[in-house]
């Protein structure tokens, strides 16, 4: 069974801080991909990264970073000097590599994180 | 551009009526999905079809039916026999080793 957690339900930050969201996973597969995703107001999902589990290497794109420990099975990711359009609802989710069950998604619960200006 | 598209976006049923939300995609993905999100709740799987004429239960399939006649559409009717419908549906398609995309959602009201 596969199972992602994310332990922070709520985070509230001032404008410009850094923030970091937390991802900790369980799975019996040894390959296997992470996914992050956004969900504003709006309610759509926005596809924000994906992390194979053979590939540690830490990935930044413009203000977001993820780190990837396959040692600690967590996924975590930082947003650097945060802004008011970061505020959303952040999934972290986890899926087999391949086999029966490959196409299916686990999601965490959630982290809600409001960007005070 | 490819995509998926839900409709309608918000809906509202009455006590004992089935009503259908409809998924489409033109984006050629095999595998279609439909979660159901409660507020602050994380996402549940419904139902999933892997292929054309096949689907399977997720986890809280009790209250709900799919269908898929075609690869592009994914159909989930909420029945009456689903005794809290009102939530967001969210439906999502994905290819192989590929995320997924998602709809837009419904908002589903019981009234």
């Known amino acids: 069974a596969q199972k992602v957690t994310q332990a922070q339900t709520e985070i509230s930050v001032v404008e410009k801080e850094d923030v970091t969201l937390d991802c900790v996973y369980e799975t019996r597969d040894t390959t296997y991909y992470l996914f992050w995703y956004k969900q504003p107001p709006s309610g759509e999902l926005v596809f924000l990264i994906r992390r194979n589990s053979f590939d540690e290497q830490n990935e930044i794109s413009g203000r977001y970073s993820w780190n990837f420990q396959k040692s600690t099975s967590s996924f975590n990711f930082t947003i650097t000097a945060s802004q008011v359009v970061d505020s959303a609802v952040y999934f972290c989710?986890?899926?087999?590599?391949?086999?029966?069950?490959?196409?299916?998604?686990?999601f965490g619960k959630g982290t809600k994180l409001s960007v005070i200006p | 551009d490819g995509g998926i598209t839900q409709s309608p976006k918000y809906l509202f049923r009455k006590e004992g009526q089935n009503v259908t939300l409809s998924c489409e995609q033109n984006l050629n993905h095999d595998a279609m999905y439909w979660y159901r999100q409660d507020p602050g709740q994380g996402l549940r799987l419904i139902y999933y079809?892997?292929?054309?004429?096949?689907?399977q239960k997720g986890d809280i399939a009790e209250g709900y039916s799919v269908s898929r006649e075609k690869k592009e559409s994914f159909p989930l009717t909420v029945t009456s026999a689903q005794k809290n419908p009102t939530a967001f549906y969210l439906c999502a398609s994905t290819g192989p080793r590929a995320g997924y995309t998602f709809g837009s959602g419904t908002r589903l009201t019981v009234v």
């Open positions: 989710a986890l899926r087999p590599y391949s086999g029966a069950g490959s196409y299916q998604l686990t």
């Open positions: 079809s892997q292929i054309v004429n096949d689907f």
